[in-house]
């Protein structure tokens, strides 16, 4: 099993930046493909951002439009997200996720969540 911890949410203003962080447990970090997800009260969770166990190979919804960047550091057991130009509708509570060797693009797919991270965006 792997315990993954979010961090770094908080409030920015519209055009802002953040980074999000999630910490694995464990030696096993590796292994994974890592994601991040969000979820809006009222609305279901949504893909983000997803990359490979190597780093090497990234995915995004097409909303994205470039505003977000995933990466991990392996020897950290770390993933990131780095938000640029928020805007208000980019407020939710962001999850952290986790998939044996591949990247979970969908929901259904994830074998471990974190606990989320709220990111509150005011306009």
């Known amino acids: 099993q792997v315990t993954l911890v979010e961090s770094g949410g908080g409030l920015v203003q519209a055009g802002g930046s953040l980074r999000l962080s999630c910490a694995a447990s464990?030696?096993?970090?590796?292994?994974?493909?890592m994601g991040w997800f969000r979820q809006a009260p009222g609305k279901e969770r949504e893909f983000v951002a997803g990359?490979?166990?190597?780093?090497?190979?990234?995915y995004y919804p097409d909303s994205e439009k470039g505003r977000f960047t995933i990466s991990r550091d392996n020897a950290k057991n770390t993933v990131y997200l780095q938000m640029n130009s928020l805007k208000p509708e980019d407020t939710a509570v962001y999850y952290c996720?986790?998939?044996?060797?591949?990247?979970?693009?969908?929901?259904?797919?994830?074998?471990?969540w974190g606990q989320g991270t709220q990111v509150t965006v005011s306009s």
């Open positions: 996720a986790a998939r044996r060797f591949w990247a979970p693009t969908k929901a259904a797919e994830v074998e471990h």
């Open positions: 464990g030696r096993t970090f590796s292994g994974y493909g």
């Open positions: 990359i490979l166990l190597s780093g090497g190979t990234t």
